[in-house]
């Protein structure tokens, strides 16, 4: 069974920076395209970034694009998201995914395996 699980989030200063790290266990995280979802309070989940299995293509929304970026080392069956200058607006719990049926995939329903999410948290 595929598992995948968020390291912890945290709370931390507009402008300021956050890495996020999700671990794949239970399937060839190898061979997945992988992604970043984040959901706020009375929103619907949104996607982030995604990144195909061998790092040579990455997507990002436009509200992050310049600011996060999305890695994976597939030697150690992580993905990541670096988060800099953070704002309010990126307050959310962030989930990763893995394994879409398309490629490129920026809708949640096209990932078949999800994290339990953690909560990023940006005071102003």
């Known amino acids: 069974q595929v598992q995948l699980v968020e390291s912890r989030g945290g709370l931390v200063q507009a402008a300021g920076s956050l890495r996020l790290s999700c671990v794949v266990s239970?399937?060839?995280?190898?061979?997945?395209?992988m992604a970043w979802f984040r959901q706020s309070p009375g929103r619907e989940r949104e996607f982030v970034a995604c990144?195909?299995?061998?790092?040579?293509?990455?997507f990002y929304s436009d509200s992050v694009k310049g600011r996060f970026t999305i890695s994976r080392d597939n030697t150690k069956n992580s993905m990541y998201l670096q988060m800099n200058n953070l704002k309010p607006d990126d307050t959310a719990i962030y989930y990763c995914?893995?394994?879409?049926?398309?490629?490129?995939?920026?809708?949640?329903?096209?990932?078949?395996?999800w994290g339990q999410g953690t909560q990023v948290t940006v005071s102003s």
């Open positions: 990144i195909s299995w061998s790092s040579d293509s990455t």
């Open positions: 995914a893995a394994h879409p049926i398309t490629w490129p995939a920026q809708r949640d329903y096209e990932y078949d395996y």
């Open positions: 239970g399937g060839p995280m190898g061979t997945y395209a």
